[in-house]
């Protein structure tokens, strides 16, 4: 066996790397844990390399990712020298099941929004042809149901009142005329990329991921939105249809909490 070091072996471990990131970040261990979930414990032992607590690959993966993201830096490194000193990528089939529900969930209108478009091509062509071969079908009779006369009206309100119904993604509308019922705030990374965290006040996860320059983001909630920003230097920031004025530093890391009651910044 050879002794001397590749390039490999002079790179931090995964811990330290994650350990030398939050330093860097002027983040605690608590605090990583706060916005992360991630019980302080476990955190701990990750960054001393112990992956015992995780309870299995696939979650000390998860874990690795959550960590990087919060701290700012690239994840897929990390989850590559994991893998390859753990005999390499578990099977991504455990976690199959969670996505194809999540799925399934996000979208529940679109079967009935389907539904109503063919209940209504249906009953205007079956209105048509009893007009045509009912013994009445003189040109002027057939004029007027294209010209929109009382039938036509009739046959095409299951499209006027159907899509109507409220879709989960607020709308920019919705954000210009933000109800007062709801916090909602807008994201948009119009200086540069960031990752972005949002909760709500339940504390279950909105989003965790990079907002790339240009791409923006709107979360709404009952009583409060929860955000950790991993750049806030490259984002604007609206809070209840009222632009945030706050200005901080390229790479700056924040975390705010905004309510219903509060256009300023938290």
């Not at 690795?64 to 830096?73: E, F, H, N, P, Q």
Request: glycine share 10%; hydrophobic share 35%; aromatic share 6%.
């Amino acid at each position: 066996m050879s002794i001397g070091n590749s390039p490999e072996d002079d790179r931090p471990s995964i811990g330290r790397a994650l350990q030398q990131a939050r330093i860097a970040a002027a983040l605690t261990v608590e605090e990583v844990s706060s916005s992360t979930r991630v019980r302080i414990p476990i955190v701990h032992a990750i960054e001393q390399d112990d992956f015992s607590r995780c309870g299995g690959d696939v979650y000390a993966r998860g874990h690795i990712r959550t960590l990087a993201r919060a701290v700012g830096i690239d994840p897929e490194p990390l989850v590559e020298e994991y893998d390859a000193d753990h005999g390499g990528r578990p099977a991504p089939t455990p976690a199959a099941p969670l996505f194809e529900a999540e799925r399934i969930r996000s979208e529940p209108r679109r079967p009935n929004w389907t539904a109503a478009m063919v209940a209504a091509i249906v009953a205007v062509i079956g209105f048509v042809g009893f007009t045509l071969f009912s013994g009445e079908g003189e040109p002027s009779n057939t004029a007027q149901i294209a010209e929109g006369s009382k039938p036509d009206k009739t046959a095409a309100k299951p499209t006027a009142t159907k899509p109507s119904d409220p879709e989960p993604v607020p709308s920019e509308s919705a954000i210009a005329a933000a109800p007062r019922d709801k916090v909602t705030v807008k994201l948009s990374a119009d200086r540069g990329k960031s990752w972005i965290s949002a909760k709500d006040h339940n504390g279950r996860l909105l989003f965790d991921g990079l907002l790339l320059q240009g791409e923006s983001k709107t979360f709404q909630d009952k009583e409060r939105i929860d955000l950790v920003l991993g750049d806030a230097g490259a984002i604007e920031l609206f809070v209840n249809g009222k632009q945030v004025e706050d200005r901080f530093g390229p790479g700056q890391v924040e975390r705010l909490s905004y309510t219903k009651g509060d256009p300023e910044a938290g």
